[in-house]
């Protein structure tokens, strides 16, 4: 079933067979890559692990994702790429999304000249279900982006809700859960992929894992799309050095966690300070790392910020988003200033 869903140049694809995924075993002396035989003592010299075995056995042993279930991306940012890549056809296809929500979806559509169908969010930011189905049916996309919580409302979209649409959807039913951490009791859709495997799950190390400058993104899939997307994808697409960088967050779990309840606690203290300001009129409750406000006059808030050395995130531009700023949750200190900084603005 996935095979029908992929384009033919890519099911058929013969990959690029790599001097380390010929030879895996032990070996003291490795001639075998034109690689140098020193360069630091980090390992750098050699090539990295084309199959990230480590990462994914210690991603299965700490997240439950099964290692034939996971493929890592240089960042989830490759991964959506290399979805459009494997499911659209250039010229022809066209991927779903439901805007305001992030943005590379429509620009990894564009560069591979596929076409980008958007079914406005509701009045509420919530998934228009009915609209939805009816657009696939209608338009038949390859891939239906739902990205959630989604950024940047940072709102939750409940899993039966997904799980019907992805049930209408004949393709794939890409859900970004991202900022999945950040929220409370969150029903992940990677528990049903068992039943549908057209439902495929992006996961990240860049948000509560705290390594965005390493750039891994993890694919959840059926091992059928996990197969393509490993022969499909760069052979060296992850470095050695964020490999490590992803091993040392997964093995100090404890971090993470910590992590994850001083943001929780933060983002409600943020949004009850910002409900009290009086030139605000919305604060989105946001189960991410970020909070979304509504105010007088988010562009000259935007501008008095930069003057005092704090940069947010303008989304007025986004439809049904007029004035408002999406803000990332810092540290301590940044949250003081940042609300230093609030207090002595009379928009
Ligand atoms: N998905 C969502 C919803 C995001 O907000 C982001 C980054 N802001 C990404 C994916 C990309 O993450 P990565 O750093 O893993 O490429």
């Not at 429509?106 to 596929?114: E, G, I, L, R």
């Not at 979209?157 to 969150?186: C, M, Q």
Request: one cysteine or more; charged letters at 30%; proline letters at 5%.
């Amino acid at each position: 079933m996935i095979s029908e869903l992929l384009n033919p140049w890519i099911r058929d694809l013969v990959p690029y067979s790599s001097a380390r995924s010929e030879f895996s075993d032990r070996a003291d002396i490795l001639l075998d890559a034109n690689e140098s035989w020193e360069g630091g003592n980090d390992g750098v010299n050699r090539y990295p692990d084309p199959l990230l075995r480590e990462l994914r056995e210690e991603i299965e042993h700490v997240m439950g994702i099964p290692y034939d279930m996971s493929a890592i991306g240089n960042g989830s940012d490759e991964v959506i790429d290399m979805l459009i890549r494997m499911f659209c056809a250039p010229g022809r296809d066209s991927i779903m999304i439901e805007r305001p929500t992030y943005g590379t979806y429509s620009v990894f559509a564009h560069t591979s000249n596929v076409a980008v169908v958007d079914v406005p969010l509701t009045a509420d930011l919530d998934l228009d279900e009915e609209a939805i189905i009816k657009t696939i049916k209608e338009k038949k996309p390859k891939i239906v982006f739902i990205c959630s919580p989604n950024n940047p409302t940072g709102k939750v979209y409940p899993l039966e809700k997904i799980l019907r649409i992805a049930e209408v959807n004949d393709g794939i039913t890409a859900v970004d859960e991202a900022y999945a951490d950040f929220s409370e009791g969150f029903k992940s859709a990677i528990q049903t992929i068992k039943e549908n495997p057209r439902i495929v799950v992006l996961r990240t190390f860049s948000k509560a894992y705290g390594k965005a400058g390493a750039r891994l993104g993890i694919l959840v899939s059926d091992p059928a799309v996990q197969k393509v997307f490993m022969k499909a994808k760069p052979p060296y697409n992850v470095s050695s050095l964020s490999e490590k960088a992803g091993l040392e967050a997964l093995r100090d779990y404890e971090s993470v966690r910590r992590r994850i309840e001083e943001t929780i606690r933060r983002r409600k203290e943020l949004s009850a300070f910002l409900r009290s300001l009086p030139y605000v009129s919305e604060v989105f409750p946001s189960e991410a790392n970020f909070v979304l406000v509504r105010v007088s006059d988010a562009a000259s808030l935007y501008s008095y910020l930069l003057e005092k050395g704090i940069v947010v995130r303008n989304r007025s531009s986004d439809p049904l988003l007029e004035n408002t700023l999406r803000i990332t949750i810092g540290s301590e200190a940044e949250m003081a200033e940042l609300k230093e900084a609030m207090n002595g603005w009379n928009g």
